[in-house]
């Protein structure tokens, strides 16, 4: 089962060393910035961010220094006051593809001894409001899908 921490956004924006929020940019980017900022201030050191190439993107590539483990993370970022859960659109598709994604980066950077997870950050961010309502991070949020399922 996922390890679900969810934050509360007023601790967050508190402190600006771990990253701005770009005000103009979409929903969607300005929730990568938060999920960045979030995993920043958890201890993930942020590698890289929109990481893409022909067969998909990979919104946040993180290292997890206490277990040495490259952490894939995709973001879903939540604005319409429709019911659901942000976490419920990485599905089957999306998660085969950010596999594939991760098994072409971790070839390209020569890691593929090095231990791998996929996490999930939600937030909700509503339209017209300067800061998300809230983020939700789930570690391990699923495994590798696919044909190329050799992730720990």
Same mark, same amino acid.
Not at 15 to 31: F, L
Not at 74 to 91: L, M, N, Q, Y
Not at 112 to 130: E, K, T
């Given at each position: 089962?996922?390890?679900?921490?969810?934050?509360?956004?007023?601790?967050?924006?508190?402190?600006?060393?771990?990253?701005?929020?770009?005000?103009? /940019?979409?929903?969607?980017? &300005?929730?990568?910035? *938060? $999920?960045? =900022?979030? !995993? #920043?201030?958890?201890? @993930?050191?942020? +590698?890289?961010?929109?990481?893409?190439?022909?067969?998909?993107?990979?919104?946040?590539?993180?290292?997890?220094?206490?277990?040495?483990?490259?952490?894939?993370?995709?973001?879903?970022?939540?604005?319409?006051?429709?019911?659901?859960?942000?976490?419920?659109?990485?599905? /089957?598709?999306?998660?085969? &593809?950010?596999?594939? *994604? $991760?098994? =072409?980066? !971790? #070839?390209?950077?020569? @890691?593929?001894? +090095?231990?791998?997870?996929?996490?999930?950050?939600?937030?909700?961010?509503?339209?017209?409001?300067?800061?998300?309502?809230?983020?939700?991070?789930?570690?391990?949020?699923?495994?590798?899908?696919?044909?190329?399922?050799?992730?720990?």
């Amino acid at each position: 089962m996922w390890k679900q921490t969810v934050f509360c956004c007023r601790e967050l924006y508190m402190n600006w060393r771990y990253g701005r929020i770009d005000a103009t /940019e979409t929903t969607g980017k &300005r929730g990568e910035q *938060a $999920a960045a =900022r979030l !995993l #920043r201030q958890r201890g @993930l050191v942020i +590698v890289a961010e929109n990481e893409a190439d022909r067969g998909g993107e990979i919104d946040l590539i993180a290292v997890d220094r206490q277990t040495r483990t490259v952490v894939f993370i995709e973001v879903k970022t939540h604005s319409s006051p429709k019911p659901g859960h942000p976490a419920e659109r990485v599905d /089957e598709h999306k998660q085969s &593809r950010v596999t594939r *994604a $991760a098994l =072409r980066y !971790l #070839r390209r950077k020569q @890691l593929l001894g +090095v231990s791998a997870r996929f996490d999930v950050v939600a937030v909700w961010w509503p339209s017209g409001l300067p800061t998300p309502t809230r983020i939700e991070h789930y570690e391990s949020a699923f495994d590798a899908v696919g044909q190329h399922q050799f992730y720990s």
